[in-house]
């Protein structure tokens, strides 16, 4: 599986950007997604997590109730919707995959990483 993420950029305080990340291979729903961040200087950390059917969602407690995953397993994409945007926000964005389901996807080592996108939220 080969991962791209793409959508970042910059974004003023309060502000919103979708990122996506498309998928290329086989078996796409086979999948757990996972967004990660790392931000300058900082370890990397998890952001989000979806499903291989898109009905559970994870959310790491800074940005629950203003990021919202979603994934299209037709179109082998997932989505990460950021909505009042944060300077501490502001990180490379990558999407990772995990084959299976899991119970604890804010957790585990993905099998695939793709390349990242850029935020900055300016104050």
């Known amino acids: 599986v080969q991962l791209q993420a793409s959508g970042g950029g910059l974004v003023q305080a309060g502000g919103s950007l979708r990122l996506s990340c498309a998928a290329s291979?086989?078996?796409?729903?086979?999948?757990?997604m996972i967004w990660f961040r790392q931000a300058p200087g900082k370890e990397r950390e998890y952001v989000a997590a979806?499903?291989?059917?898109?009905?559970?969602?994870y959310y790491d407690d800074s940005v629950k109730g203003r990021f919202t995953i979603s994934r299209n397993n037709a179109k082998n994409m997932v989505d990460l919707q950021m909505n009042s945007l944060k300077p501490e926000d502001s990180a490379v964005y990558s999407c990772a995959a995990r084959l299976g389901d899991t119970a604890q996807p804010m957790g585990v080592v993905p099998d695939y990483w793709g390349q990242g996108t850029l935020v900055t939220v300016s104050s």
């Open positions: 979806i499903s291989r059917g898109g009905g559970r969602r």
């Open positions: 291979g086989r078996s796409f729903s086979s999948y757990t």
